[in-house]
């Protein structure tokens, strides 16, 4: 049932290449869009789907964070076809959040 999983703070374009190259299928992206947009210098969504990746966006905040965003992360994890999932947030707290609401 565990996939290979990695968890990070901010991702750079290097490690996401890094990252499909060592079998990752999917990324999931837990932080907030208006974080996305100012704290990533990139279009990360355009970098993953180029590279052949499954892109989800769960956007959470410590006031939005639910069971629903749980789910749609235990979906996204279900959909990653076996191949390795990588999660990221800006400081890996909410990554690490939702992964250990994910095993509850």
Not at 5 to 27: D, H, N, S, Y
Not at 37 to 50: T, Y
Not at 60 to 73: L, N, Y
Request: hydrophobic content about 45%; charged content about 25%; glycine content about 8%.
């Amino acid at each position: 049932m565990l996939r290979r999983l990695r968890m990070l703070c901010l991702p750079a374009k290097a490690g996401i290449r890094m990252a499909a190259e060592r079998g990752v299928v999917t990324v999931i992206n837990v932080i907030s869009e208006p974080e996305s947009k100012s704290q990533i210098p990139f279009d990360e969504k355009a970098l993953v789907e180029e590279l052949g990746i499954q892109n989800v966006f769960i956007p959470v905040t410590p006031k939005s964070f639910s069971a629903d965003d749980v789910d749609r992360f235990a979906k996204a994890l279900d959909e990653a076809s076996g191949g390795g999932v990588l999660v990221h947030c800006a400081s890996s707290n909410r990554a690490g959040g939702i992964w250990a609401a994910y095993l509850v």
